[in-house]
């Protein structure tokens, strides 16, 4: 009889043994959980963005993101971009055309590309005839070349929730290089 009583208590020392090894302990999961069910119907995921802008080895001036878009406030943000190239870039004028948009601009504002505090030689908004103009230049020394940087960024009031139309906003400018020549501009920006 009492080799029968410990025949019994070996299988179930066994499966205790197995119990725990199998749960482990409670301190570190090393198992990645699985999920219970699938989707039968595929997910939609976002396209790729880019958050930054096109680099180019020719002088070129930009509006970024190239989707504008406004907030349910009314309101959108974007820079005018410059690439410098091979320039150094001491100072420059934007003019921005937007009558043709249904926007007001409500700010424009020295960007990074001239340094921190920039001379402003002048800035005009006028909403009536949609044209924003805007003249800066460096403080101190130009290095050549210039690392390439928003010139400019505007505040746009339009309707909530819609999607600007970069085309109705006629960009051109002009860029003066280290030496305070004009700098050969490429594409549709040139002044």
């Known amino acids: 009889m009492r080799g029968s009583r410990r025949m019994w208590m070996l299988p179930l020392v066994v499966v205790v043994v197995a119990i725990v090894a199998a749960c482990g302990s409670d301190d570190e999961t090393s198992v990645t959980p699985q999920p219970t069910s699938t989707f039968l119907t595929p997910i939609p995921t976002a396209a790729i963005v880019s958050t ?39 100072g420059g004028e934007v003019t921005l055309r937007y009558s043709d948009s249904g926007c007001s601009v409500q700010a424009f504002a020295s960007g990074t590309l001239l340094g921190e ?23 101190g020394p130009t290095q050549a070349p210039s690392a390439s940087g928003s010139f400019a960024t505007v505040t746009l009031g339009c309707p909530s929730n819609t999607a600007v139309d970069i085309p109705s906003l006629g960009l051109s400018a002009l860029m003066a290089d280290h030496e305070f020549e004009q700098v050969p501009l490429v594409g549709g920006s040139a002044g």
């Not at 080895?57 to 943000?77: C, D, H, K, Y």
């Open 52 to 90: 930054t802008p096109p680099v180019s080895s020719q002088p070129n001036v930009f509006l970024w993101p190239l989707e504008i878009r406004t907030g349910s406030n009314g309101m959108a943000t974007f820079t005018v971009w410059v690439n410098t190239g091979l320039f150094g870039i001491s």
């Open 117 to 139: 505090d920039p001379l402003v030689g002048h800035g005009t908004i006028d909403n009536d005839a949609g044209v924003a103009v805007l003249a800066l230049a460096r403080v």
